[in-house]
């Protein structure tokens, strides 16, 4: 695990945390100042969603969830994409173009023309048939004994 240490970050009124009891000498613990410009937690698990969201493999869209309990804790983080199991290349990741209904071309799907057939299978190219909400995967991905 990497670390850095900034000394110049410290404040001179902090108190130390943690078990201390009254007789211990706080000169034995080191450095007892700690640093009051850091991210609230609102932004930092915003920074963890946007991170996650890097993963999807969407073209137009990337979304990222995190999932935080009452105590501030990560329980579960997700991003939009296909399910556990699916190959990514196996899958159309465009929307479906809207075919029309009919053979006159009108684009309608209600044409009232008499050249009218069926289109079927028009939702089997379509991503949004296929890819999770990051939500969701959030979900599935966390801690279930948590929630």
Known sequence: MAEYSNPNTYQEDAVPRGPMSSNTDASLLGPTKHRKNVI???DYFMS???LSSQRSKDP???????IVNKD???IGMGYNGL?????????PWGKAAHECCCE????CDECQCSKRRKVEYRWLKDKNFYVCHAELNAIVN????IL
Do not use: H
């Open 72 to 74: 501030k804790r990560v």
């Open 83 to 91: 399910p556990d199991g699916c190959k990514d290349d196996r899958f």
């Open 104 to 107: 006159c071309g009108c684009g």
């Open 48 to 50: 963890l969603a946007i």
């Open 142 to 145: 966390s801690y279930m004994g």
């Open 40 to 42: 609230s937690w609102d």
């Open 60 to 66: 137009s869209t990337q979304v990222g969830a995190c």
